[in-house]
Nanobody, 124 residues
Framework: VQLQASGGGLVQPGGALRLTCAASGFTLHDYTITWFRQAPAKERECVSTSRHGAGMSYYADSVKGRFFIARDSAKNMAYLQMSSLEPEDTATYYC??????????????????WGQGTLVTVSS
């Protein structure tokens, strides 16, 4: 089982990036995929979740209206489309696999596997 996050980079404020989480060794459709981020000296933050089954999506208040999570079952990939990026979005972004109950989706400790992280830097 492997998750590989990619797509990070340097972008100016107001810009956009698309992060990709490539899954192997399991069927992504059967699991909840969540994007977390962690900035230096800050706690890990749950950014967005795409739940298995019901297909519900969740977004942190800080990214609502700017970020969009999606899946491509045929490619076994998940995406985080980020727009109107702000310097406060600078962090390493991770995708994680799990089957959390709704009340636990923000708890990173219960996820089974994590990607290696991709760095997003928003700066002029």
């Amino acid at each position: 089982v492997q998750l590989q996050a990619s797509g990070g980079g340097l972008v100016q404020p107001g810009g956009a990036l698309r992060l990709t989480c490539a899954a192997s060794g399991f069927t992504l459709h059967d699991y909840t995929i969540t994007w977390f981020r962690q900035a230096p000296a800050k706690e890990r933050e749950c950014v967005s979740t795409s739940r298995h089954g019901a297909g519900m999506s969740y977004y942190a208040d800080s990214v609502k209206g700017r970020f969009f999570i999606a899946r491509d079952s045929a490619k076994n990939m998940a995406y985080l489309q980020m727009s109107s990026l702000e310097p406060e979005d600078t962090a390493t972004y991770y995708c994680a696999r799990g089957r959390p109950v709704l009340s636990e989706i923000r708890n990173g400790d219960i996820y089974y596997d994590w990607g290696q992280g991709t760095l997003v830097t928003v700066s002029s």
